[in-house]
Each structure stands twice: as structure tokens, then as C-alpha cells.
């Protein structure tokens, strides 16, 4: 049965930074910001997708509105481990995330058989909506390992830092994290600003001393395009 259900609304910002900016800048931000609990953890997705990949092919385009299906585990899972069912939505900016936590063996079921949990919530008749309205299939495993910082006097300000992100089109599994190409230089660092409200103006001040800029940035879409290039 689900456990429970989020969901979170914010606007969302990214930004690359090589290893000399992003030490320089950590430093400043420690001041500002602490780690979370987690520390340096790894976040393993599988994202679904159609069979000729409308989601990242519209998302790709750029419009007001688009939307994805993935799969969240934090850690190396185990068949009882918790994973999470995410449905992510973008319009003009702002980021819609509803998911709903629930046990890796019940995931399969649902996923694989379609057996619903007994007292689906919300968000679950959702994704069940989702899953009538597009004919999703496993199309792309991601991972990626993350530090991330919130707020000293507004922890609902979230900063998050990617490295090593890694990806396959095959093996689509989250019990197994080999074999996998990855996206990044070694050193290069994605930035992910999580705001709900506005950025803080020292957070702005930080941007500007050391010259980070924001960019458009999708690891998803990114290794879809390298596999048509690859093609």
C-alpha cells in the first residue's frame, strides 16, 4: 500500500561549474547554508517514456507545458526498500512534483502487472491517469550522486549539486548501476536552485562575484540527444 504523498510547487534554476568555481563558491555558501542529513548520496531514476519518445522529444521543443514519468530510489535499493512514483510537470517555469512513496516490491507489481496497491491516494489515481493517457514504457536509467544545502534562515531554499551523473538504455533496472555513459567533464558540477519564493539577494551577490550564469539544462534530454547523435 503507499505510504504517503508530496507535492511540491517552485521554480527551479540550473548552472554548470567547474571544479575550481565550485570549491571557491562552496565555501561562500557554507556560511549561509548547511548540508543536509544525507550528505554526499546517490538518486538512481528510471524514466518512462512512449515508445517514440514523445515526453523528451516535446520537451525537448521548449513549450509552456510539459511533463515526465520516472522512478526514484535513493541509495543501493533492496525489494523492501522505498522508492518513489513521481509525476513532474513544467509550466512557464514553474515545476509541479507529485509522488508517491511506496515499497520497491509493490512499485514492480504495478509497474510490470499493473496491480494497483490496495487504497490508492490521490496521487496514485493520478499517475493511473497518466498511464491510461500515454503508453509509458521503461526508456532510460540516470543516476547521479548529490549534495544538497538548504536555507540557515529560510530552509525552504534548496541548493543541490549533481556530479558523476550516469545513464543506460538498457538494464533498466534500479537494483544495478554499471555500465553506464556519462554526461559530464570530470570536475563540472549541475547546480540546482530550488526556490519557492525569490532568491535570496546574497545567493545573487555569489552569482555575480564569481560570474555563474543559468543555462538550460535536462539530463535526460541531454542523453537523448547524445543517443541520436550516437545513432
Known sequence: ?????????????????????????????????EEDRYGLHTIRNIYYDTPD???????????????????????????????????????KGLVNKRRVAIPMEEAEMYLIDGKLPSNPNQIFKEIEYFFSHYILEPKRYIAYDRLAMFGKEDPKFRVTFDVNIRSRDFNLTLYSDNDNEYLLSDGMRLMEVKISDAIPLWFVRLLSKYEIYPTSFSKYGNFYKKQLMNA
Open 1 to 33: 500500500m503507499a505510504e504517503f504523498q508530496k507535492v511540491f510547487n517552485r521554480y527551479e534554476k540550473k548552472f554548470l561549474l567547474d571544479e575550481r568555481t565550485y570549491i571557491l563558491f562552496k565555501q561562500e555558501l557554507d556560511k549561509y547554508m
Open 53 to 91: 519518445n514523445e515526453l523528451i522529444r516535446t520537451s525537448i521543443e521548449g513549450p509552456k507545458y510539459k511533463e515526465k514519468f520516472r522512478v526514484r530510489c535513493y541509495g543501493t535499493p533492496t525489494y523492501d526498500s522505498m522508492c518513489f512514483l513521481e509525476i513532474k510537470k513544467k509550466y
